[in-house]
């Protein structure tokens, strides 16, 4: 079993920054393909962003809309997987999901995975 626990969540005003945390237990970290989802009330579910195992090179990948402001992360030691928001707009209010657990990147990013992280509310204030 592998168990996501997210940190990070609040209120900010439109403009500001937040950074979400996922803690991963249960396997080792630089194994895990990771990622970030969010949703939006009454809106499905939506990718944001995705980084690869850790190997020769580390890739990311994001949703458009959140490209040149969010960054996703990772601090294997800490086993730790973190998205830095910057430049926060009232339109990325959400709850955020972390994920872990998929058999590539691409199912990854579709959200096909095993696990999920239990949510953090973001909200962002005009």
């Known amino acids: 079993q592998v168990q996501l626990v997210e940190s990070g969540g609040g209120l900010v005003q439109a403009g500001g920054s937040l950074r979400l945390s996922c803690a991963a237990s249960?396997?080792?970290?630089?194994?895990?393909?990771m990622g970030w989802f969010r949703q939006a009330a009454g809106k499905e579910r939506e990718f944001v962003a995705s980084i690869s195992r850790t190997g020769i090179t580390t890739t990311t990948y994001y949703l458009d809309s959140v490209k040149g402001r969010f960054t996703i992360s990772r601090d294997n030691a800490k086993n730790t997987l973190y998205l830095q928001m910057n430049s926060l707009r009232p339109d990325d209010t959400a709850v955020y999901y972390c994920?872990?657990?998929?058999?590539?990147?691409?199912?990854?990013?579709?959200?096909?995975?095993?696990?999920w992280g239990q949510g953090a509310q973001v909200t962002v204030s005009s």
């Open positions: 994920a872990t657990g998929a058999i590539s990147t691409r199912r990854l990013n579709r959200g096909d995975v095993d696990y």
């Open positions: 249960g396997r080792t970290f630089s194994n895990y393909r």
